[in-house]
């Protein structure tokens, strides 16, 4: 994997039993609820963190279409406000396509809209998780661990 691919990690359970270092690995990637997504870059860190976390949460990579969907429809600012066209131009003299693709070059960072909430809250996926569950494996027919393209159609499902 190289340095430019986007991870999107959703959080699959709640808070019930979780050991407390698994809690704080939750706390870092700023996952503090059920169906919380949030982007990440991939380095060894991440990848670590999310081997310590592959039980709660599931993740892949980030096709730039999901990721300006996400932003546009899920992103917040403060006080709950959804993130706008208008907002981004005003701002950062960017359009959300453009702001997409230079996110994607490693140019541009979330933290660059001013105020943007660091997290996505997503709904419960239509058509419900995967047949086996959130408590198995997604190479298992379930829905937690590393799902690699098909993050991307679970997103499009919790939009």
């Not at 959080?11 to 949030?38: D, F, M, S, Y």
């Not at 408590?135 to 393209?149: A, D, E, I």
Request: proline share 6%.
């Amino acid at each position: 994997m190289n340095n430019h691919h986007k991870l999107a990690v959703i959080r699959i359970r709640g808070e019930t039993g979780i050991k407390q270092p698994i809690k704080h690995a939750l706390k870092l990637v700023r996952l503090h609820n059920q169906h919380h997504c949030v982007i990440l870059n991939t380095n060894p860190a991440t990848l670590g963190t999310l081997k310590k976390i592959k039980d709660y949460v599931t993740w892949g990579e980030l096709h730039p279409d999901t990721f300006q969907e996400l932003l546009m429809k899920r992103g917040k600012l403060p006080a709950n406000h959804p993130l706008t066209e208008t907002y981004l131009k005003e701002k950062l003299k960017l359009s959300s396509s453009e702001f997409t693709q230079q996110f994607f070059e490693v140019k541009s960072r979330l933290r660059d809209i001013p105020g943007l909430k660091p997290y996505f809250r997503l709904l419960p996926p239509r058509g419900g998780f995967e047949r086996k569950g959130i408590k198995t494996p997604f190479s298992m027919g379930g829905s937690l661990g590393y799902r690699g393209q098909h993050i991307n159609m679970l997103i499009k499902r919790m939009l």
